[in-house]
């Protein structure tokens, strides 16, 4: 049995959709190890705001976790609004969850509006017969989003970033 989770980013023109797979048995110990990431006063940890040398910190601990991520993007035309660029995502990251076996997929914490949306999209796409647990939940809540959004963000810095986690990720389009 496999959790996923999911963060997002934006690059210009493209919107990054990530799902990491986690094996449920290495849960626990990743979430430990993750929180231990947390300076005084730190809630959660969050890539845009961590400083370079924290950065590395945080992606070589990353790296050594029980985590396959998958990086979804989406190549916004001219015209096409953001909350169609994430249905896009959703609808393709709904199925990847479902293909993979992961019995709970947990969400990087949304508008209420924006939340709808997706449970809708996912509903959809999973049916009325689904087994997989979704939800958005705040990062502060729960570390191993903090590890997706590392992936992301690595993902979407490309350079020396992206190679850091390159083990780890498979990336494919979304039109």
């Known amino acids: 049995m496999t959790w996923a989770f999911s963060d997002e980013s934006e690059r210009g023109s493209s919107m990054l959709l990530g799902v990491g797979f986690v094996p449920t048995a290495a849960i626990i110990t990743a979430r430990r190890e993750l929180r231990g990431l947390l300076l005084p006063g730190q809630r959660r940890v969050h890539m845009a705001k961590e400083s370079p040398r924290r950065r590395k910190v945080v992606l070589d601990l990353v790296r050594e976790l029980e985590l396959d991520a998958l990086i979804l993007v989406h190549r916004r035309q001219a015209g096409t609004h953001p909350v169609e660029a994430r249905r896009r995502l959703i609808v393709a990251a709904a199925g990847l969850v479902t293909a993979r076996g992961a019995s709970t997929w947990v969400l990087d914490d949304q508008e209420q509006v924006q939340a709808a949306r997706d449970r809708h999209d996912i509903a ?3 049916g009325p017969d689904a087994t997989v647990v979704y ?3 705040p990062s502060r809540d729960e570390p191993l989003l903090w590890a997706i959004d590392a992936v992301v963000w690595a993902a979407g810095a490309r ?7 390159s083990h780890l990720l498979t990336t494919q389009v979304v039109p």
Not at 159 to 165: F, L, P
């Open 124 to 126: 959809t796409v999973l």
């Open 135 to 137: 939800d958005h939940r």
């Open 159 to 165: 350079s020396e970033w992206s190679r850091r986690v």
